[in-house]
T-cell receptor, first 114, second 113 residues
Framework: EAQVTQNPRYLITVTGKKLTVTCSQN?????MSWYRQDPGLGLRQIYY???????DKGDVPEGYKVSRKEKRNFPLILESPSPNQTSLYFC?????????????FGEGSRLTVL | QKEVEQDPGPLSVPEGAIVSLNCTYS??????FMWYRQYSRKGPELLMY????GNKEDGRFTAQVDKSSKYISLFIRDSQPSDSATYLC?????????????FGAGTTVTVRA
């Protein structure tokens, strides 16, 4: 089954404790991206990657890091989480050049930073 | 001002009603327009896709794009409780050359049985 898998789905942590949210896709997509979703603000892009070893900042990159060492994986790293990073996070992927631009999303990771 | 504006609702309608959703945008370079549907505790999924101005129909769903007014709409006819979800509009200049979809905030719709 074609899918984007995120882990963990739910996480409660404390300020300053480093954490990683993993993302993996099995569709051989070149493009991957991370979004955060907050009430009233919609989906905001954090980082994206056009292919292995190629990443770039989205609209809200502060406080986050990413890496793309393999095509299928795109982890999101919070080096020192703060309460304003409490949010619902989505990883997404798409086939580069696909005319519809359809993004395939994971089921989301709800993060609470105390 | 946000690049894409969407009334977050919420919107509550009785079963069988027509649901009307819309977004406005400021960037005239957008050419491709999408509607995503997001069920509770799930990721968004592509519902409809339209290129440039015009209408597109898929079953009970109709998407309209008016580029001259920078306005897009989604209509749901004969709404069902299973249509209860958050609907997000999204748009992009070119899926081939561009990397960033711009999303609206999403409108939460509840269809009452």
């Amino acid at each position: 089954e074609a899918q984007v898998t995120q882990n963990p789905r739910y996480l409660i942590t404390v300020t300053g404790k480093k954490l990683t949210v993993t993302c993996s896709q099995n569709m051989n997509h070149e493009y991957m991206s991370w979004y955060r979703q907050d009430p009233g603000l919609g989906l905001r892009q954090i980082y994206y990657s056009m292919n292995v070893e190629v990443t770039d900042k989205g609209d809200v990159p502060e406080g986050y890091k990413v890496s793309r060492k393999e095509k299928r994986n795109f982890p999101l790293i919070l080096e020192s989480p703060s309460p304003n990073q409490t949010s619902l996070y989505f990883c997404a992927s798409r086939k580069q050049g696909e005319v519809t631009g359809e993004l395939f999303f994971g089921e989301g990771s709800r993060l609470t930073v105390l | 001002q946000k690049e894409v504006e969407q009334d977050p609702g919420p919107l509550s309608v009785p079963e069988g009603a027509i649901v009307s959703l819309n977004c406005t945008y400021s960037n005239s370079a957008f050419q491709y327009f999408m509607w995503y549907r997001q069920y509770s505790r799930k990721g968004p999924e592509l519902l409809m896709y339209t290129y440039s101005s015009g209408n597109k129909e898929d079953g009970r769903f109709t998407a309209q794009v008016d580029k001259s007014s920078k306005y897009i709409s989604l209509f749901i006819r004969d709404s069902q409780p299973s249509d209860s979800a958050t609907y997000l509009c999204a748009m992009i200049r070119s899926p081939v050359n561009d990397y960033k979809l711009s999303f609206g905030a999403g409108t939460t719709v509840t269809v009452r049985a």
